[in-house]
């Protein structure tokens, strides 16, 4: 199984980008996907989750800004990101709790590679 995470780079202040996290490989279901974000120097923090129901949840600081959704048949996460900051600046993953057999008790939790979210004020 993998995670590939798309959609990041440079944009101004004010502006927005959506990120994309495609899971691939031996697949039985996927259950609650999130974002994460990793800033220079700084820990990594929960950015929004979601679950196989679609409850969300999300940080505080990106509610009224940010968008968590996914596409059950195309096995992918989004993130919409509206009003960035530069406090926004940082590393996304994505992550998932997959299954990869209908036998296998407890999901495994994956994550994406990581991409970049500069925001420039």
């Known amino acids: 199984v993998q995670l590939q995470a798309s959609g990041g780079g440079l944009v101004q202040a004010g502006g927005s980008l959506r990120l994309s996290c495609v899971a691939s490989?031996?697949?039985?279901?996927?259950?609650?996907m999130g974002w994460y974000r990793q800033a220079p120097g700084k820990e990594r923090e929960l950015v929004a989750r979601?679950?196989?129901?679609?409850?969300?949840n999300y940080a505080d600081s990106v509610k009224g800004r940010f968008s968590i959704s996914r596409d059950i048949v195309k096995d992918t996460l989004y993130l919409q990101m509206n009003n960035l900051k530069p406090e926004d600046t940082a590393v996304y993953y994505c992550?998932?709790?997959?299954?990869?057999?209908?036998?296998?008790?407890?999901?495994?939790?994956?994550w994406g590679q990581g991409t970049l979210v500069t925001v420039s004020s």
């Open positions: 979601i679950t196989s129901g679609s409850s969300t």
């Open positions: 490989g031996s697949i039985s279901d996927i259950n609650a």
């Open positions: 992550n998932a709790a997959i299954r990869q057999s209908i036998r296998d008790r407890t999901p495994y939790l994956y």
